[in-house]
């Protein structure tokens, strides 16, 4: 299969992409092409014009932002600008990133319907094919559902959901895993592995999370910060011979991959080529339990245990429109621990934390913070002490430049603010030469991480992050988790959202798991990471260590025979 | 239960129709009549919540209060008026009283009618309705489509920026000043994802295929049949109703520019 080449389907050659006259290609010497049945994966740092290409494709730009591009797109030999309007969007299939801002219809299957309706699909067949669409992707159920009422990986479910109802030749995901838990992930990446075996459609991917594509794509694309096509080879070659150049672009690597590139610097591998999975790991180990021992090293040793509860959480519920979000959930964090609040999508995660830090009012139950009850402390105290991330940093940011930003901060607290000079400040935040931007103008890794940065300022002990690694790349995300956990006091506390297990697996004392609405679990990772029933039902998964130990358990015992 | 289901564009039309007979005449026992008969259609062939009814009629119902006591407070005395009641600068002339409970009235009647059609249409199938029968552009009719599809969105984010800036201690102020400079730092990130999310939805219509072809298959088929013609006929029948009683008692009269 892999070395017939099928028919030619996309020619991509010298795409240069601006979006105005006088600013720096966003694309530029882009030249590759698209087979038949080919799955290909796009990788490349925030901000290295992974979605404008994708746009594109599928000539979406330049049209409809008035950007200048050179350099031809042929789909089956023909020019993508000369189809039929709408003729293209429909063979190549395109799911966008945000999930909030794919959807024009207020219901789940008015949205399908639209997209058929587009299409001119005869109305006999819609129904049917609103039902089969829905059915690829497990979410029948929500036929007549709001949209704006799903939670962000349903959204994506349903964006990916309405691209294969047009039964497109050519699909472009751009990062359709972001929103999702880690098992809805997976068995995204199943059905459509499925879906090409019975309908035949080439695939490109832009990626985050590598490790769920591995095994279906061939081939691999890598483009630069400056928007060049430096690499277009299989998949193989990309990750066992330019690691370390992925790397160096904060580009994410593959579990296994980044394990074996410190693996082979400590000189514990066998072989000079780079592991591409947990089985070539284990293959090429020279000693396993060395192997395991050097790679657990990276995790954050647990804390001495402190008396200050700094949470007591008693039978807490919260309803909304008569649906229980939260049901009777108890729990306590002391001073020193690093709480992880996990669960699949839709269960709750974002409304406790919204609960913890007081914004959302109780239906039942009561929560003490730092002894006191929450609802009696005077909001300049309690945010004093606590400071709370949200998903999307622009939400927070209220002054007009990054300098404003910080003072703000800084006056809003009541107690004297000189202990922290700002100068200090921008120094951790290595963002000196950005004080009179506006806060929406900085990148992303500068937003997150000034968003963090006006959360402690005023010394605040307690952190509560909703996702803060979210769709991040890998340079940005190793910052923001780095600079969290320096800035965040020994005596305070860290409580964060996420589905990184990895991240679980490396800093969190304490796990809780939600399933909706309801506490599955609260306890330490290692005890989570026991419990198969818990994470099943939770829709999590065991994180990379975790899995190869398990993994070099069965070798060892015989039962797993690595090939 | 019927209402609901009627074709909404033939709702609209029967409606406008009723409002414009109802302007010519100024009277107060046409638009009375009227508003009562509406009242009565609105909840026994509509599924309608009164609670909301009257949440929604209320502001009506204040206008026509206001109304007719600007008319009594200020009225226009004609020679040859039959004054009524007299005490220092207000003159209650009983022409004066008629014309304001008049105005009142009429307020209420086109509220009702107004009312009538709001709470028992479905916003997209009045979309749907206007393109297939009325031959609306889809692409009019899409965009309305997805900016209502914003509210929501909006409403949300909204929450989410004020729980933001309270966590930032954001909630200091006290002057009016402040209070101004408060709308402009929550409209900012608004307004900045509004415009992100606005463009985005477009290309990401746009990537469904969409076009604005006026020749559309519709998923949903709004149809037109002998029972809309009916309602139709009952809404514009119960002006008629109105005006023909009215003139019966004596008291219709054409609208000539009183006011």
Same mark, same amino acid.
């Given at each position: 299969?892999?070395?017939?080449?099928?028919?030619?389907?996309?020619?991509?050659?010298?795409?240069?992409?601006?979006?105005?006259?006088?600013?720096?290609?966003?694309?530029?010497?882009?030249?590759?092409?698209?087979?038949?049945?080919?799955?290909?994966?796009?990788?490349?740092?925030?901000?290295?014009?992974?979605?404008?290409?994708?746009?594109?494709?599928?000539?979406?730009?330049?049209?409809?932002?008035?950007?200048?591009?050179?350099?031809?797109?042929?789909?089956?030999?023909?020019?993508?600008?000369?189809?039929?309007?709408?003729?293209?969007?429909?063979?190549?299939? $395109?799911?966008?990133?945000?999930?909030?801002?794919? /959807?024009?219809? *207020?219901?789940? %299957?008015?949205? =399908?319907?639209?997209? #058929? +309706?587009?299409?001119?699909?005869?109305?006999?067949?819609?129904?049917?094919?609103?039902?089969?669409?829905?059915?690829?992707?497990?979410?029948?159920?929500?036929?007549?559902?709001?949209?704006?009422?799903?939670?962000?990986?349903?959204?994506?479910?349903?964006?990916?959901?309405?691209?294969?109802?047009?039964?497109?030749?050519?699909?472009?995901?751009?990062?359709?895993?972001?929103?999702?838990?880690?098992?809805?992930?997976?068995?995204?990446?199943?059905? $459509?592995?499925?879906?090409?075996?019975?309908?035949? /459609?080439?695939? *490109?991917?832009? %990626?985050?999370? =590598?490790?769920?594509? #591995? +095994?279906?794509?061939?081939?691999?694309?890598?483009?630069?910060?400056?928007?060049?096509?430096?690499?277009?080879?299989?998949?193989?070659?990309?990750?066992?011979?330019?690691?370390?150049?992925?790397?160096?672009?904060?580009?994410?690597?593959?579990?296994?991959?980044?394990?074996?590139?410190?693996?082979?610097?400590?000189?514990?591998?066998?072989?000079?080529?780079?592991?591409?999975?947990?089985?070539?790991?284990?293959?090429?180990?020279?000693?396993?339990?060395?192997?395991?021992?050097?790679?657990?090293?990276?995790?954050?040793?647990?804390?001495?245990?402190?008396?200050?509860?700094?949470?007591?959480?008693?039978?807490?519920?919260?309803?909304?429109?008569?649906?229980?979000?939260?049901?009777?959930?108890?729990?306590?964090?002391?001073?020193?621990?690093?709480?992880?609040?996990?669960?699949?999508?839709?269960?709750?995660?974002?409304?406790?934390?919204?609960?913890?830090?007081?914004?959302?009012?109780?239906?039942?139950?009561?929560?003490?913070?730092?002894?006191?009850?929450?609802?009696?402390?005077?909001?300049?105290?309690?945010?004093?002490?606590?400071?709370?991330?949200?998903?999307?940093?622009?939400?927070?940011?209220?002054?007009?430049?990054?300098?404003?930003?910080?003072?703000?901060?800084?006056?809003?607290?009541?107690?004297?603010?000189?202990?922290?000079?700002?100068?200090?400040?921008?120094?951790?935040?290595?963002?000196?030469?950005?004080?009179?931007?506006?806060?929406?103008?900085?990148?992303?890794?500068?937003?997150?991480?000034?968003?963090?940065?006006?959360?402690?300022?005023?010394?605040?002990?307690?952190?509560?992050?909703?996702?803060?690694?979210?769709?991040?790349?890998?340079?940005?995300?190793?910052?923001?988790?780095?600079?969290?956990?320096?800035?965040?006091?020994?005596?305070?506390?860290?409580?964060?959202?996420?589905?990184?297990?990895?991240?679980?697996?490396?800093?969190?004392?304490?796990?809780?798991?939600?399933?909706?609405?309801?506490?599955?679990?609260?306890?330490?990772?290692?005890?989570?990471?026991?419990?198969?029933?818990?994470?099943?039902?939770?829709?999590?998964?065991?994180?990379?260590?975790?899995?190869?130990?398990?993994?070099?358990?069965?070798?060892?015992?015989?039962?797993?025979?690595?090939? | 239960?019927?209402?609901?289901?009627?074709?909404?564009?033939?709702?609209?039309?029967?409606?406008?129709?009723?409002?414009?007979?109802?302007?010519?005449?100024?009277?107060?026992?046409?638009?009375?009549?009227?508003?009562?008969?509406?009242?009565?259609?609105?909840?026994?062939?509509?599924?309608?919540?009164?609670?909301?009814?009257?949440?929604?009629?209320?502001?009506?119902?204040?206008?026509?209060?206001?109304?007719?006591?600007?008319?009594?407070?200020?009225?226009?005395?004609?020679?040859?008026?039959?004054?009524?009641?007299?005490?220092?600068?207000?003159?209650?002339?009983?022409?004066?009283?008629?014309?304001?409970?008049?105005?009142?009235?009429?307020?209420?009647?086109?509220?009702?009618?107004?009312?009538?059609?709001?709470?028992?249409?479905?916003?997209?199938?009045?979309?749907?309705?206007?393109?297939?029968?009325?031959?609306?552009?889809?692409?009019?009719?899409?965009?309305?489509?997805?900016?209502?599809?914003?509210?929501?969105?909006?409403?949300?984010?909204?929450?989410?920026?004020?729980?933001?800036?309270?966590?930032?201690?954001?909630?200091?102020?006290?002057?009016?000043?402040?209070?101004?400079?408060?709308?402009?730092?929550?409209?900012?990130?608004?307004?900045?994802?509004?415009?992100?999310?606005?463009?985005?939805?477009?290309?990401?219509?746009?990537?469904?295929?969409?076009?604005?072809?006026?020749?559309?298959?519709?998923?949903?088929?709004?149809?037109?049949?002998?029972?809309?013609?009916?309602?139709?006929?009952?809404?514009?029948?119960?002006?008629?109703?109105?005006?023909?009683?009215?003139?019966?008692?004596?008291?219709?009269?054409?609208?000539?520019?009183?006011?």
């Amino acid at each position: 299969m892999k070395f017939q080449r099928n028919e030619l389907l996309l020619q991509v050659s010298d795409l240069l992409f601006r979006f105005d006259e006088d600013q720096e290609p966003v694309l530029k010497n882009i030249s590759f092409e698209i087979h038949e049945n080919e799955a290909i994966l796009v990788l490349g740092s925030s901000g290295s014009g992974k979605s404008t290409l994708a746009y594109c494709l599928n000539n979406l730009y330049p049209s409809s932002v008035d950007g200048i591009q050179s350099g031809n797109i042929l789909f089956q030999g023909r020019d993508v600008s000369s189809f039929q309007p709408g003729e293209l969007n429909q063979r190549i299939g $395109l799911v966008m990133q945000d999930p909030d801002a794919q /959807f024009c219809m *207020l219901t789940v %299957e008015e949205e =399908l319907a639209f997209v #058929l +309706e587009n299409m001119q699909t005869p109305r006999s067949e819609m129904e049917a094919r609103i039902h089969s669409a829905l059915e690829y992707v497990d979410m029948i159920a929500f036929k007549h559902r709001m949209i704006h009422s799903l939670s962000g990986g349903q959204k994506q479910k349903l964006a990916i959901a309405c691209a294969l109802a047009m039964e497109p030749e050519v699909l472009i995901l751009d990062e359709p895993t972001a929103n999702l838990d880690p098992a809805s992930g997976l068995e995204l990446v199943r059905t $459509l592995k499925e879906l090409r075996r019975e309908h035949s /459609f080439s695939i *490109l991917i832009i %990626e985050h999370n =590598l490790d769920y594509w #591995l +095994e279906m794509v061939e081939r691999c694309l890598i483009l630069n910060s400056e928007g060049e096509l430096i690499f277009d080879g299989p998949t193989r070659v990309c990750f066992t011979e330019h690691a370390r150049l992925l790397a160096q672009e904060g580009i994410w690597l593959p579990r296994a991959v980044e394990a074996g590139l410190k693996l082979l610097e400590a000189d514990l591998l066998n072989t000079s080529s780079l592991p591409l999975t947990i089985e070539e790991i284990i293959q090429s180990s020279c000693r396993l339990t060395d192997t395991i021992k050097f790679l657990k090293q990276d995790r954050i040793s647990e804390k001495t245990d402190s008396p200050v509860m700094i949470y007591e959480l008693n039978k807490i519920s919260y309803t909304k429109n008569h649906q229980a979000l939260l049901k009777e959930i108890s729990l306590s964090v002391k001073a020193g621990e690093f709480l992880a609040i996990a669960g699949s999508n839709g269960s709750g995660k974002t409304t406790l934390s919204r609960c913890l830090a007081g914004l959302l009012p109780l239906s039942a139950g009561e929560i003490k913070f730092y002894g006191d009850e929450l609802e009696q402390w005077r909001e300049e105290e309690k945010w004093a002490r606590l400071g709370y991330v949200f998903q999307n940093p622009e939400h927070q940011f209220v002054a007009d430049s990054v300098l404003d930003e910080i003072n703000y901060s800084l006056e809003a607290s009541i107690h004297g603010t000189q202990a922290f000079e700002i100068n200090d400040i921008l120094k951790t935040l290595r963002m000196t030469d950005q004080l009179h931007n506006h806060p929406f103008s900085l990148s992303q890794g500068q937003k997150r991480r000034l968003s963090v940065a006006v959360m402690l300022i005023n010394g605040q002990k307690v952190l509560i992050m909703d996702e803060p690694t979210f769709g991040q790349d890998a340079l940005t995300a190793k910052e923001i988790m780095e600079f969290t956990v320096n800035s965040v006091p020994e005596s305070g506390s860290i409580i964060m959202i996420t589905h990184d297990m990895d991240l679980i697996d490396r800093y969190a004392d304490k796990v809780m798991v939600l399933g909706e609405g309801r506490m599955l679990f609260c306890d330490s990772p290692s005890k989570l990471w026991d419990a198969p029933e818990i994470l099943a039902e939770s829709r999590l998964k065991l994180p990379f260590l975790r899995e190869m130990e398990k993994m070099a358990q069965l070798c060892s015992e015989g039962l797993y025979a690595v090939k | 239960m019927l209402l609901n289901e009627m074709n909404p564009s033939i709702k609209a039309l029967s409606i406008v129709v009723g409002i414009l007979m109802l302007s010519f005449f100024f009277d107060p026992v046409t638009p009375l009549l009227s508003f009562l008969l509406t009242i009565a259609i609105t909840f026994i062939f509509g599924k309608v919540s009164f609670k909301k009814w009257i949440f929604l009629f209320l502001p009506f119902l204040f206008m026509a209060v206001v109304y007719v006591w600007s008319a009594l407070l200020f009225p226009r005395v004609d020679p040859g008026d039959h004054i009524l009641w007299e005490w220092q600068f207000i003159t209650v002339t009983e022409e004066g009283l008629e014309r304001s409970i008049s105005l009142g009235l009429r307020v209420l009647s086109f509220a009702s009618l107004s009312l009538l059609f709001a709470l028992t249409t479905n916003p997209i199938h009045f979309l749907l309705s206007l393109m297939q029968q009325c031959r609306l552009s889809p692409k009019i009719a899409y965009s309305i489509m997805a900016g209502y599809q914003f509210l929501p969105l909006m409403k949300e984010e909204m929450e989410i920026i004020r729980g933001a800036h309270r966590v930032r201690g954001a909630g200091r102020s006290h002057t009016l000043s402040d209070k101004i400079k408060q709308i402009k730092k929550y409209a900012i990130p608004l307004l900045a994802s509004g415009i992100r999310k606005a463009e985005r939805t477009a290309i990401a219509m746009e990537s469904k295929g969409f076009t604005g072809e006026p020749n559309r298959e519709f998923y949903k088929v709004i149809p037109v049949t002998k029972k809309d013609w009916l309602l139709s006929c009952m809404l514009i029948g119960v002006v008629i109703l109105s005006v023909y009683v009215s003139f019966k008692l004596g008291h219709l009269s054409l609208y000539r520019g009183e006011l």
